[in-house]
């Protein structure tokens, strides 16, 4: 729109450096997530070029109108009006946008000095649009990039299986530690303008105006003063590096708890490791060095609390799965042991004496068997993955049996079982889900005898919670749902999930697994390489 | 997705208007990102006379992040893999944004002249490439021959 006559970049021009802007014009439209203070500093200091509205297109002999014509429009926030206001201040909540002050003088000059500056413009070999001469250049190779390319590239975000961050590198000649250099115009406009000079004031010269960029014979040292680095717009990758390298180690002094039953382990829960993460020193120490402790340490708090972003989803599943994979395999050998026992029980039962005694829970599950009866036909593939998944879940559930416990001990281990929470967000996360989830698993009624004793396999499990999950379920929306329906038949037990101490045990766990998505596949597929496990089992009883 | 960056406009236009040898490039109506491509197995190479079909995808954050690429047509290369996943380090961490789709595929080109069995995607084919270099290229031509026409 507005692309007629008026000018834009003018308008604000206590916003504007040189009749460009502090911040982006829309050439991308991913997360800004360099810091933009930094950036409109630089810019202020004519250290980098300001943001231009790019031309579309560019042809050396095109007219003013011509040219003003290719602009590219302006981003989503340009409203239908028109432009005569300060109304097409950027959306940014940094720039103050009340001041309209027009500059009266300059009514008519606007529209020159937009066409004079993109004389000779150039194109910027990253967004195929076109600039003013005055466009930063790579500081080793001399190759222009627009600053709205420039602020784009940044280092590789480190991530839980790669926990290094290689500087960015030059897009063209490779060289690492990216920077650029900027030679302003020979005039000064908007902030720090000298009052005096413009593009359009000496109009001899108008024409020979922009002088073309000489090739420069040497490089720039990316240390020397005239440079800006990637890493100057966005210096917080230190410690985003520093959150990532803590929670990878807070990871690995996870252990599992382990409840002892007679003379076996059952696994109750995994530690959050939190207790044993590294402290900010530590951090800064492996970050190593550079930077005042303290602005280090201002950074880490709001860092920290967000770090999830930057963990690698994958690891992270992975972790958890790999976690719920140990405790289901000591859950079936358990279960393999309970169900001879329930074996014996029958034959006991059949002579009618103190089978109570040693399963004493067993009653309570009555009134869930027939919901449980229709869990048999399993199909096999499509929901054996999300079925691994609450194989594990259960685990409190048989020890607390094999303790012969009540209800409320039961809600008790709960509070160390931290993999229900783990699940639950595995599984998609919601409060809600998390709340079906305990009802359905929640009831102690591992009844054997019902799951079918004949089909010890590695998704056998036992049955209520089996029950909803095992029918064809391909999608996971699908299991939501049939969690749901799933609520209403243990609707006793809703108290459970929710009890106060439950909940505040699973704080910290919840913080890390919050990330965690529903795209298992990768991480299932990643399952065997686990090989520390053995020693975290062997962890803490 | 907003609008077509100006940049892949612009590629696809210089790709069309001016095609690399052997290559060509073709978007999708219904997907400006998404282009058929085809490749010409390079002469002198045991891919040669071959014609490759491939896919290429342009995320939303290219030009930052590199195209997905993949071969359709089957073949017998140490770095390709039988989904026809490319081992090629420009498609992953040495992408630069100052390249294009049309130097992505000439190095794709190029990976079919030259096969590194040192850095294997198909470790099976590698194994083969290192262990009897004109039995494995013998093993590409018949490929080339039976899919790549």
Known sequence: ?541 | MAGLPKRIIKETERLMADPAPGITATPHDDNLRYFDVTIAGPDGSPFAAGNFRLELFLPEEYPMAPPKVRFLTKIYHPNIDKLGRICLDILKDKWSPALQIRTVLLSIQALLSSPNPDDPLATDVAKHYKEDEKDAQRVSQEWTQLYAK
């Open chain 1, 1 to 541: 729109m507005g692309n007629s006559s008026s000018s834009s970049g003018r308008h604000n021009g206590d916003e504007s450096v040189d009749c460009g802007q502090l911040v982006p014009q829309g050439v991308y439209t991913g997360p800004r997530d360099w810091n933009q203070a930094i950036v409109a500093q630089l810019i202020c200091a004519r250290k980098l070029a300001p943001f231009y509205r790019p031309l579309e297109d560019y042809e050396e002999d095109w007219d003013d109108e011509r040219i003003l014509a290719a602009r590219k429009e302006l981003p989503e926030p340009e409203p239908g009006t028109e432009p005569t206001t300060s109304s097409r201040l950027d959306p940014t909540p940094s720039t103050k946008s009340g001041s309209s002050s027009k500059r009266p003088a300059t009514q008519k000059d606007p529209v020159r000095s937009e066409a004079a500056i993109y004389r000779g413009a150039v194109e910027c070999p990253i967004c195929f649009l076109y600039y003013p001469q005055n466009i930063n250049h790579s500081r080793c190779c001399d190759h222009p990039i627009c600053t709205e390319c420039f602020v784009q590239i940044k280092r590789s975000e480190p991530t839980a299986t790669h926990l290094v961050s290689e500087p960015a590198a030059c897009p063209y000649c490779v060289q690492e530690h990216f920077g650029v250099v900027y030679k302003p115009p020979p005039w000064r406009t908007g902030i720090g303008g000298d009052g005096i000079s413009s593009p359009w004031s000496d109009s001899p010269k108008e024409h020979a105006e922009p002088p073309t960029h000489k090739r420069r014979q040497k490089s720039f040292g990316a240390d020397s003063p005239e440079v800006v680095t990637t890493d100057q717009i966005r210096p917080d990758w230190e410690a985003k590096l520093g959150a990532v390298r803590a929670a990878v180690a807070r990871r690995a002094n996870r252990r599992i708890i382990m409840r002892q039953v007679g003379d076996r382990l059952i696994p109750v829960g995994v530690t959050s490791g939190r207790v044993q993460a590294l402290s900010p020193e530590d951090v800064e120490q492996e970050s190593g060095g550079s930077g005042s402790r303290r602005s280090r340490r201002r950074q880490q708090q709001p860092v920290v609390p967000g770090f999830e972003q930057y963990v690698g989803m994958p690891g992270q599943d992975l972790e958890e799965l790999m976690v719920m994979e140990a405790m289901r395999l000591s859950l079936i050998e358990h279960e393999e042991q309970q169900k001879k026992e329930a074996e014996e029980k029958k034959k006991k039962d059949a002579e009618a004496a103190t089978a109570g005694a040693r399963t004493p829970t067993v009653g309570s599950s009555a009134p869930v068997l027939p919901e449980i009866d229709t869990s048999n036909p399993r199909s096999s593939s499509s929901s054996s993955k999300r079925r691994s998944f609450l194989a594990g879940s259960r685990s409190p559930s048989p020890s607390s049996i094999a303790a012969g416990s009540d209800k409320s001990t039961w809600r008790k281990r709960l509070s160390n079982s931290s993999p229900m929470q783990t699940l639950n967000t595995a599984l998609g996360g919601t409060a809600t889900t998390a709340t079906t989830f305990l009802n359905t698993s929640g009831p102690p009624t591992p009844t054997p005898e019902v799951a079918g004793p004949s089909t010890i396999s590695t998704t056998e499990s036992s049955p209520p919670l089996e029950q909803t999950v095992s029918r064809p379920v391909p999608t996971h929306a699908d299991s939501m749902v049939s969690f749901d329906s799933a609520v209403s038949h243990s609707e006793a037990y809703d108290n459970l999930p929710s009890s106060p101490e439950s909940s505040l045990a699973h704080e910290p766990l919840l913080d890390d697994d919050r990330s965690v998505n529903g795209d298992d596949g990768t991480a299932t597929a990643k399952f065997p390489a686990r090989e520390p496990f053995s020693d975290e089992a062997t962890g803490t009883v």
